[in-house]
């Protein structure tokens, strides 16, 4: 059993536990599942890269976290969409669950975030925002329904 953080796609934060990768991809509902290491390679962020329309907004609070967490600036940080759930890997890579001390690790840094680097994630989430709009308003209009 392994504690591990998930980030629901409305910002809320849960600690639950996880026995395998199959648990965390049924957590973020989808099969595509890919991951990101913190670089201290200390946490793995899980993700799916999908562009279906549920799932287009982006989780704030767990991008805010990977920027906490990696070398990424605000500018470069890749945004998190949907549920994202953090854990941690063993030394061989297997799935292990957040001590407390790795939880209150986490605690710290996501609130190390700057103003600027909270303007600059705010105008990339809004333009973000307003081309996904864009995009599926000429969907409507050509007629073409993208799940």
Request: aromatic share 8%; proline share 2%.
């Amino acid at each position: 059993m392994n504690t591990i953080l998930y980030f629901s796609p409305e910002g809320a934060v849960y600690e639950t536990r996880a026995y395998s990768n199959a648990d965390i991809a049924g957590l973020v509902h989808d099969y595509g599942l890919e991951s990101l290491t913190s670089s201290d390679r200390q946490f793995d962020f899980w993700f799916t890269p999908t562009t279906r329309r549920c799932r287009r907004k982006v989780n704030r609070s767990a991008t805010e976290l990977l920027l906490a967490t990696t070398g990424f600036t605000a500018k470069t940080v890749p945004l998190l969409y949907g549920a994202v759930v953090v854990a941690t890997h063993d030394s061989v890579g297997d799935l292990d669950g957040l001590s407390w001390q790795q939880l209150d690790l986490l605690s710290k840094r996501s609130t190390t975030l700057t103003r600027r680097d909270d303007r600059m994630l705010n105008r990339r989430i809004k333009r973000e925002a307003r081309r996904l709009d864009a995009q599926a308003s000429a969907n409507v209009v050509t007629g073409r329904y993208v799940e």
